[in-house]
Each structure stands twice: as structure tokens, then as C-alpha cells.
């Protein structure tokens, strides 16, 4: 594994090994292997929880952190994403997370580049959130054991999403009976994918749910703006935890990528209660399956630049 692209790229065991490294890495069991080999961190979107937990990731690793600041670099004099790419790799960069509003962008310039840096995607416009999908599998296998034959319910805006994406990308791999839920205009339906169910109401969606996936209405990547009207998603979508306690299974696991929209998409009671406690301890595993990450990635390599 060279790359961190898209989880469709990635096979099970490949999966599998970063969920047992980052347990490893979470029990102090394992050492790094990628001390002071250096990372950049290229996040040309706003993000709190990615770049945050890639650089605390890097800085537990020993590893030399390059927070590249996208909104003054020399981009803005007209260099190109693989020349500004090629140039870290010769000033000794081992690696880069790109976050880009463009959805595939990752993959272009990494045909482009020709020299060998490891690429991983920190979140590329609707198309994929690989690390986040990492990190959601991790923390369901720490709560509910397996995916396989439970029920997973994503309730929000799965067209606009690259976390459902990624998800269902990583569930489907695993067995697990996928739910979407949304209204027909967020929707996201893919014929390829056989054990996908789709809802538009939100009580069929989550009836006996292992797991309640709520995503943010994503308004930044709609064409229009200020639709859907926030008061009516809320009245038809938002999770509490009277709709919990009424139609999901009673250990029901309530998981949100972040940021959230308190009392919109879901409940701000349910955020501060226990249950609500799960989205942050999703955040703190990703440091540790952001650590595996990079050490797979890294491990045993030398830039020669
Ligand atoms: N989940 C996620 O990608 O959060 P940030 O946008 O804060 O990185």
C-alpha cells in the first residue's frame, strides 16, 4: 500500500491490518517506524478533526510536520498542484494530505507527479474520505464487535457526502446491511451496490438499527443555496433520543462524522449525553488509525530526493 486514496482501492486485509496497527498504536503495544520522516499537510478546505488528528498522528510517530499553507503559497502565482508537489518531495517530504473541494483531484495529480511521494486523501470534494471510514469501522468494531449482518442506517445528505461514500464502500466489504436515508432530493442511489436499502422516512430507516450515522446537511456543496429549508429537514430528519429509544436496538451506537449541526440533524441533548459520547471517541480513534496510516504507508521507505 503505496497510497491512501478511496477505500474501493483497498482490500479487506489491507483494512483489516490498519484496524489491528491503530489497536496496537492505541494500547501503546507498538513503536513507530516512521520517526522523522516528514508529512504535509494540504488542506485547501476548511477541516478541525482531519487535519488536527493527522498532525497529532504525525507528532506521536516522530515524525517532521510541514503544515503547508495553501492560502499563501506560491499556487497563487500560478504554480500547479504537481509542481508545488515535487518541489516537497525534493525539499524532503515523505508524504502529503491533500483536502481539496474537488472531487477527484487527488487521483489526477497522482499521475502527474513522477517522483515517489505517498499520497493520502484527507477529503476530495463528494467523492471519498478514506481516513474518516477508517476510523467510523474502527470505532463500530470497538462497540458492536463486527459489522457483518448488523444493521447501519446513514441519515442525512448522502448525495453531497464523501464520509457516506467511503462508508458504504468499507461496509459493503464487511457484510453489513446498509440503510440510507434521506430525502429524494439528497439521495444518493448507486444500482451497483445489491445490499443497499433506501428510505425517505426516517422511523422505517432506523428501526432496529445497530448503528444511527447522522451526516450534516452540506449547504456549502448545493447548487442552491439555502435549500433544503433547515426547519423542515429538522422537523423531518433530525435524531433525538425519543426517536432512538422508540425504533433502534436498544445499544444503538450514534456515530457523526463532525461537524455537527446542533438541532438540525441531530438532537443538542443527544450530542451531550452518553450516547452522544461515541462521535467524540470517534474523533480520538482517528489519531490512532491515522498513526497506522501513515506508519503502513511510510514504513521501510526512504525518500531518495
Ligand atoms: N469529519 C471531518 O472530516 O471533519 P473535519 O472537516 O473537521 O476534518
Known sequence: MKHLIDIKSISKEEIENIINLAKEFKTGRKKSDVEKKTLSLMFYENSTRTRCSFEIAAQKLGMNIINFDANHSSLSKGESLKDTIENLYFLGVDAVVIRHSLSGIINNVMRLVKYPIHFVNGGDGTH????????????????????????????????????????????????????????????????????????????????????????????????????????????????????????????????HPGPANRNIEVSSELLDNQVGKTILEQAQNGVYVRMAILNTLLKGDNNAS
Open 128 to 255: 471519498a474520505h478514506p481516513s474518516q471510514a477508517l476510523l467510523d469501522y474502527y470505532t463500530m468494531l470497538e462497540k458492536i464487535g463486527s459489522v457483518e449482518g448488523k444493521k447501519i442506517t446513514i441519515v442525512g445528505d448522502v448525495s453531497h457526502s464523501r464520509v457516506a461514500k467511503s462508508n458504504i464502500s468499507l461496509l459493503s466489504k464487511f457484510g453489513a446491511d446498509i440503510h440510507l436515508c434521506a430525502p429524494t432530493y439528497l439521495q444518493f442511489e448507486n444500482e451497483q451496490a445489491f445490499n443497499i436499502h433506501y428510505h425517505n422516512e426516517v422511523k422505517e430507516a432506523i428501526d432496529g438499527s445497530n448503528v444511527v450515522m447522522v451526516l450534516r446537511v452540506q449547504n456549502e456543496r448545493h447548487e442552491k443555496e439555502g435549500y433544503p429549508d433547515s426547519s423542515e429537514y429538522k422537523r423531518l430528519y433530525e435524531i433525538d433520543t425519543e426517536l432512538l429509544r422508540k425504533y433502534a436496538a436498544k445499544d444503538v451506537i450514534l456515530m
